[in-house]
């Protein structure tokens, strides 16, 4: 998701200006449904020095007809306190390659939780695109959430975006302690797997920080 820094590469590095003149907003129709991406295929992290749940993530990536991870990880928290995380919208924004943002909450009874975010990149030209999260309660046990299953993509915007979509599974893995599965897939003018790999990164860190009451990354 860190199309700021990207986008700054194609106005900078030598695309002809008539490619910047074509970008356009274009809306892309939000698919219905939570269901994750695809089978995600990051293995879980090792034990370390005698934790079997450590706080880190592992990841798989390629880059096909669009740059894609897989990731996986464990968060020291239940999971309604890690999904608490993942309902506030400065932990979801890419803060290291965004000028400016702000956030719309979505009323829908479909969905447990649903909010509109809005980016902005102030370069030679003006970059626009929105990003909607849609969330819900996957599974239950007595009373206790043990599964949250989570959608997000690229719903309108700059059509130096072609997609961007990504999908969230949070899975009780023992007392305390929640698997978060993390998937998406980018196809945007100059980025890569880097791109999606800094994001997906940055955003477990802050998914971490916020579950411990510690303060969110900053970036420069």
Not at 91 to 120: K, N, Q, T
Not at 189 to 214: I, K, M, N, P, W
Request: glycine residues 6%; aromatic residues 10%.
């Amino acid at each position: 998701m860190l199309v700021g820094p990207s986008v700054r590469r194609l106005v900078w590095f030598g695309v002809p200006l008539i490619g910047v003149a074509c970008q356009k907003s274009v809306e892309t129709p939000f698919p219905a449904g939570l269901e994750p991406l695809e089978d995600n295929t990051a293995p879980l992290p090792q034990p370390v020095d005698g934790d079997d749940y450590p706080e880190v993530l592992e990841v798989v990536t390629g880059d096909d007809e669009y740059a894609w991870i897989h990731a996986r990880g464990y968060v020291k928290a239940s999971v309604d306190d890690t999904w608490a995380a993942f309902q506030e919208p400065e932990v979801l924004v890419d803060r290291r390659g965004i000028d400016e943002w702000s956030f719309d909450p979505v009323a829908d009874p479909e969905f447990d939780y649903e909010v509109l975010l809005h980016y902005v990149i102030n370069d030679i030209v003006t970059v626009e695109f929105d990003i909607e999260w849609r969330q819900g309660v996957a599974a239950t046990e007595d009373d206790r959430v043990t599964s949250v299953a989570m959608r997000y993509q690229k719903v309108e915007g700059s059509s130096f975006i072609e997609m961007m979509q990504g999908s969230v599974l949070l899975l009780e893995a023992a007392d305390g302690v929640t698997e978060v599965q993390l998937i998406e897939h980018l196809d945007a003018v100059q980025t890569g797997v880097e791109d999606v790999e800094s994001y997906q990164r940055d955003l477990f860190a802050s998914v971490v920080a916020f579950v411990h009451g510690e303060p969110l990354p900053t970036y420069e």
